[in-house]
């Protein structure tokens, strides 16, 4: 999820600045880590060499997710870096992530701080970069029962259904039928969520490039955050103006959709969407917790800040692994094909009957999730994981992309074959730690079902309603964009013949 992390992706300038001040900072430094050393018995995880000031930051370079892999290999699935001060523990295995994520859950179950996401999401009062506690707990409870509960992601079908029927009206009017998926699925899943978030779309230029600039801003590196001492380069690099811009945007946007939802009659049932429903809980106010207005807003920029990109870029990589494994597409298509049965359509109903349709999904997050070190967290205790000590504070990244990459858990791991979910019990639902694209425990992804069941219907419709094939000149580059989140480098442009 790119509203999960900064991507460790240093600047030219941002490197000059740190390294100028290396001397400065160097005596310090040789003097502060003579003094921990002498103290500390501990039996740490192995680590790497590293530089003084900035630890292993030079070595995680663009795709952290592929250098840690690397460094794993030669340090093991348990080893402890350092990000400038912040000393980062990452878990390779699938036996690392259980023992994070399941046997000690609650000690793991703390955010790490992250200054960027202070600065948007109302001082961290929102889910996602909430610090573990009473307030984050009542949150949780309010998104899992209340706005993505198994009931409340039903209502929201005929949403899906319309926008869908809208996009396939549109792929049709498309000149020469050629089409830019990446665009149309961006533009797609945007729509569900406005209507489902906000009562309707905005789909105007605005807030798409609101939301585009703070999905890329999230994915920044602040320096800050990793090196304290130096948080005034964050300033000097504008960084912190930045953010502080985005915020004021989106909180006069956000104090403007509120209002219009305090001011209509009230929605009931169904026909209530997110907006309504915090506000009645705010209202009723029965719990004895007191939603506060920023907290309802920053609930909402996680929806969209968690759910939007997220969701999309699962679409495009699996029409990507589709397009270079014509066998999976003809499979998928001929299920398509005798579940549609020449409707104009498919829907909802039919999609639980699709099973190959499943596993290509979940195929495609297995090589490729979208947030492959998922949501930095932190420990709150003194710890043994393994047989090493962890202390408290440390920050963590579990590699998911490296673990359902492993070939002691997945046959022929770097081949795209779905077949291998089909008649298999393995799920993303966080119970199976070699595949966890959506987290897991307490901390796991809230949004599975909102966001799979999108992606089901789009990926069933689309197959079932268009020969889809690159245009020639175009080609397929499968290459991954820089920084922790995840997507696809170009965008996919297609021609979509209608098949009927
Ligand atoms: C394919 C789509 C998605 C993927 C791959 C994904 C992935 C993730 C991951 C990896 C985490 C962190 C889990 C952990 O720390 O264990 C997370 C957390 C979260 N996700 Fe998703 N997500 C997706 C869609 C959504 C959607 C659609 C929503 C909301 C509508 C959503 C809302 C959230 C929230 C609120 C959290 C924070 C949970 C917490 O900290 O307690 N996600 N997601």
Known sequence: MSFTLQAINISFTLQ????????????????????????????????????????????????????????AKTYGPLMLIRLGSVPVLVASSADAA??????HDLIFANRAKLKIAHIIFYDCQDVAFSQYGDRWRHL????????????????????????????????????????????????????????????????????????????????????????????????????????YAIAKEFDEFLELVINEHLNKKRASGECQDIVDVLVEIQRDDKSGFRLEKDMIKAI??????????TTFTNLEWTLGELLRNPHAMKQLQQEAQAIGLGKSMIVEDD???????????????????????????????????????????????INAWAISRDPSKWEAPEEFRPERFLNNPV??????????????????????????????????????????????????????????????KCPIKVSATPRF
């Not at 909402?300 to 990109?309: E, S």
């Not at 959506?438 to 689309?462: D, H, K, S, T, Y």
Request: with cysteine; glycine share 6%; net charge positive.
């Open 300 to 309: 909402i920029l996680d929806i969209f800040a968690a759910g939007t990109d």
């Open 351 to 397: 999609l639980d009957k699709m099973p190959y349709l499943k596993a290509v999904l979940k195929e495609t997050l297995r090589l490729h999730p979208p947030g492959p070190l998922l949501v930095p967290r932190e420990s709150t205790q003194d710890v043994k994981l393994l047989g090493y000590d962890i202390p408290s504070g440390t920050q963590v990244f």
């Open 427 to 488: 799920d993303y639902k966080g119970f199976h730690f070699e595949f966890i694209p959506f987290g897991a425990g307490r901390r796991g992804c809230p949004g599975i079902q909102f966001a799979m069941i999108i992606n089901e219907l789009v990926l069933a419709n689309f197959v079932y309603k268009f020969d889809l094939a690159l245009v020639e000149e175009e080609g397929l580059d499968m290459s991954e964009t820089n920084g922790i989140s995840v997507h696809m």
């Open 16 to 71: 000059v600045l740190i390294f100028s001040s290396l001397p400065f900072f160097l005596g310090l430094l040789v003097l502060k880590s003579y003094v921990f050393s002498s103290k500390s018995h501990k039996n740490l995880p192995p680590s790497p060499p590293k530089l003084p000031l900035i630890g292993n930051l030079h070595q995680i370079g663009s795709s952290p997710h592929r250098a840690l892999h690397v460094m």
């Open 140 to 243: 949780k409870s309010i998104v899992v029962l209340n706005l993505l509960s198994n009931k409340r992601v039903q209502s929201y079908r005929h949403v899906r259904e319309e926008e869908m029927a809208f996009t396939i009206e549109k792929i049709h009017k498309a000149e020469k039928s050629l089409v830019n998926f990446s665009e149309l699925v961006i533009s797609l899943t945007n729509n569900v969520i406005c209507r489902v978030a906000l009562g309707k779309r905005y789909d105007g230029r605005d807030f798409k490039n609101l939301l585009q600039r703070t999905i890329e801003l999230l994915g920044c590196f602040s320096v800050g955050s990793y090196i304290p001492w130096l948080s005034w380069v964050d300033r000097l690099s504008g960084l912190e103006e930045k953010a």
């Open 98 to 103: 259980q023992e994070i994520m399941k046997t």
